[in-house]
């Protein structure tokens, strides 16, 4: 192989020193010296592998080859080197603290080098593993940076031109197994509409901008506030983005070496809607029975003919002669088909017990569930629009045509679509003392209700 030899350790060094004070835009690329004469004795799996949760000292001989994959030539990082174990298809990745700027011009994005670990500390921060010096922080070894001086007697560029790196391919929900540190490449990636206009981060702080995908999966994109391109205007179309995955503290974030790194010309995501409205879902019994009050609940009936998702659903409760809400159930997460009922239990286990099945959800106390049946019950669609109601609000329903007390409101059978004013002629109203037009007769658990049924 035909490489320069390795001059003295002192040359290095002085090198080294005058490198990193010199300003970046002042250097054009060093001639490096490389080695060939070393080998890795260990993975860098391994060695991760090795960690037992407390910042510790090296002591092994080990030996580590890995690939660089981040660059400070933007500004974007900082003292650090960021480190992968494979060109493609990473196992592992690392991070090297190291006092030295403009790390680029002597290990270069793709560069293979040698990590000679004995002396080194690894820890781990915020579930980012990282190598280099120590310090200690309220009694507690964290890792820091190598100094100057030892840096080339740990980080070793081996001979020959810079490896093409290939990113790994990933959607975002793929993120949470990939390995941190490594480098990734995301298809039809957008930063938020109402980021347009703005930078890369604040002036002088570390800013997150969040990007997400055609289906509104969202990631942090996280930049510095000294970087050279942190005046420039996010892009605003969507397309590919390559970036080293950061989850630092657990949370999904990516890191960019430059501009470069993003490819954002092509037209936005179309607009993914995720709520709808349907005059079809409807309340069709609330429940207080006479001898059980903890077996109260609430029923809504979905006679639409497609299915129908409630993000962004809820039903309200005012209570007695309230005007404003008192609670509240989101119904977000709920998923409705044709002719299919959604029981809301005060209590879910009073409700199975009383009844012989589980409900849907359990409401709580003092929910729209939990009517003492002199409240009022408003169902709204995503777009806040009142779909059906039961009762008047701002009118307490005691000795009303909506008082349900000790008893049952139940929706006529042939009443398919809901109703933003309250008709008391689409019910059958049970009680202990309501008003003309509704039967004084408790009603009684079990026999006198009919859960998930409208016979």
């Known amino acids: 192989m035909n490489t320069k030899k390795v001059p003295s350790r002192e040359f290095i060094l002085f090198f080294l020193f005058l490198m990193g004070c010199l300003r970046q835009d002042d250097l054009s690329a060093p001639e490096m010296y490389c080695v060939d004469e070393l080998s890795p004795n260990i ?115 081996m001979c020959g031109p810079p490896h093409a790196l290939i990113p790994t391919r990933l959607f975002v929900q793929d993120l949470i197994a990939q390995p941190s540190n490594t480098l990734v490449e995301l298809k039809e990636m957008e930063f938020m509409l109402e980021l347009k206009d703005s930078t890369y981060a604040q002036i002088e702080v570390e800013t997150v901008r969040t990007m997400q995908d055609c289906d509104d999966r969202e990631i942090g994109l996280l930049n510095s506030g000294y970087s050279d391109f942190q005046k420039e205007t996010l892009p605003t179309g969507k397309g590919s983005i390559t970036a080293i995955y950061y989850p630092e503290g657990g949370k999904p974030q990516l890191m960019i070496r430059s501009p470069e790194d993003l490819d954002l010309r092509g037209e936005r995501c179309e607009d993914l809607i995720t709520e709808f409205t349907s005059e079809s879902l409807i309340i069709s019994e609330l429940a207080d029975p006479d001898n059980n009050s903890a077996a109260r609940y609430v029923e809504l009936h979905y006679s639409g003919s497609e299915t129908l998702s409630l993000n962004g659903w809820r039903l309200d409760r005012y209570t007695n002669d309230n005007t404003e809400r008192g609670s509240t159930i989101d119904l977000s997460a709920l998923t409705l088909f044709p002719g299919q009922f959604l029981l809301i239990a005060s209590d879910a286990a009073v409700f199975e017990q009383t009844y012989g099945f589980a409900p849907d959800l359990q409401g709580g106390t003092n ?89």
């Open 367 to 455: 929910s729209p569930a939990d009517s003492n049946g002199d409240d009022n019950l408003v169902l709204i669609d995503p777009f806040g629009s009142v779909i059906d109601i039961f009762g008047v609000v701002g009118e307490d329903g005691s000795g009303t045509s909506h008082e349900f007390e000790d008893g049952r409101a139940y929706r006529k059978e042939g009443i398919q679509l809901g109703n933003p004013v309250f008709d008391p002629s689409e019910w059958e109203v049970f009680n202990d003392t309501g008003g003309s037009g509704t039967t004084n007769q408790p009603q009684q658990a079990p026999g006198d209700f009919t859960p998930g049924s409208r016979d």
């Open 43 to 157: 993975s860098l799996m391994e060695v991760l592998d090795s960690f037992d949760g407390s910042t510790r000292e090296i002591r092994n001989d080990w030996v580590v080859e890995a690939y660089v994959i981040s660059s400070d030539k933007s500004g974007n990082f900082y003292n650090t080197l960021h480190l992968q174990d494979r060109p493609a298809a990473p196992q592992v990745g690392v991070q090297v603290e190291l006092e030295l700027r403009n790390s680029h011009l002597f290990y270069p994005v793709g560069q293979k080098v040698l990590l000679k670990l004995k002396g080194l500390f690894i820890g781990r921060s915020k579930g980012i593993f990282k190598l280099g010096n120590a310090y200690t922080s309220f009694g507690n070894v964290q890792v820091g940076r190598i100094p100057k001086h030892a840096i080339v007697d740990h980080v070793l560029k």
